[in-house]
């Protein structure tokens, strides 16, 4: 029941959006070629489930390995920043900086660099999905009690020791915070780097699409898309549950 109370609100919200949009292009007329309805969109999503499908698979493979090599040096990042002070500051405004980067202006100049194969879009998804897990990371590193590190020194605990079995779990929630926050911008950026130069994923689809002047195919793409979000922020959420479990069993033994 608890479920069903959170998600409730927004599938009547959802349903009430889709019947306003539904109603207004009935009423006004409107070509689907400037704004197709939703039941429109659903058909060009069910006559083109197997080439969206293809493209999909794609799209999740790129975004997959991205987002995996993403959290790793994320992870790798923030311990390197965590134990050099002078790290830290020579760094942060960099990172800062990558951050301000247009994605649009960068992708072509990835597939320039580096081709056309899976190394650009790869490079694409980790540039734009590591920084808030760095950041969120650095934030849970903050959060020991200093009275908590200090009784570990002095029980002869260890700069990594003290890391290892307190920092480090301290930053668990905001590590999922950070992750959560990340992985809405997984999907967005593979496709983005599909863009600018791929063979298959939904990126080529949409472009496909658009240059095709069916925009019922473009946000059957969308809503694609989105689901692929949904569904890894599910996992995300998942993988959270699971491990907390077990983390609290750890620190209540």
């Known amino acids: 029941m608890s479920v069903v109370r959170h998600i409730l609100p927004a599938v009547i919200l959802a349903i009430a959006f889709l019947g306003g949009w539904e109603a207004y ?8 070629l400037v704004l197709p309805a939703p039941s429109d969109v659903l058909n060009g999503l069910r006559v083109e489930r197997t080439a969206i499908a293809r493209h999909a698979a794609a799209t999740i493979g790129v975004a997959s390995v991205g987002f995996g ?12 920043l965590h134990f050099a002070g002078w790290l830290r500051r020579g760094m942060m405004p960099l990172l800062v900086a990558s951050q301000t980067v247009p994605i649009v202006a960068l992708a072509p100049l990835m597939v320039l660099w580096f081709g056309f194969g899976l190394l650009p879009k790869v490079l694409l998804v980790i540039l734009v999905t590591f920084f808030p897990m760095v ?4 934030a849970g590193y903050a959060t020991l009690p200093r009275a908590f590190r200090d009784q570990l020194v002095s ?6 020791q003290v890391f290892r079995r307190a920092t480090l779990p301290s930053a668990r929630g905001h590590f999922f915070a950070g992750l959560r926050i990340s992985a809405t911008y997984a999907i967005v950026a593979t496709i983005f780097a599909e863009y600018a130069g791929a063979r ?6 949409i472009l496909t699409a658009k240059n095709n002047f069916r925009a019922d195919l473009v946000l059957s793409a969308v809503v694609v898309s989105a689901l692929l979000t949904l569904a890894l922020l599910a996992l995300i959420q998942l993988v959270d549950r699971l491990t907390g479990r077990r983390y609290r069993r750890a620190t209540h033994a």
């Open 135 to 138: 950041v969120s990371l650095m």
């Open 155 to 160: 029980m002869g605990a260890g700069r990594w």
């Open 25 to 32: 292009v009935a009423l006004t007329g409107t070509s689907p």
């Open 69 to 80: 090599l993403s959290v790793l040096f994320a992870i790798a990042v923030s311990v390197a």
């Open 200 to 205: 298959r994923g939904l990126g080529i689809y």
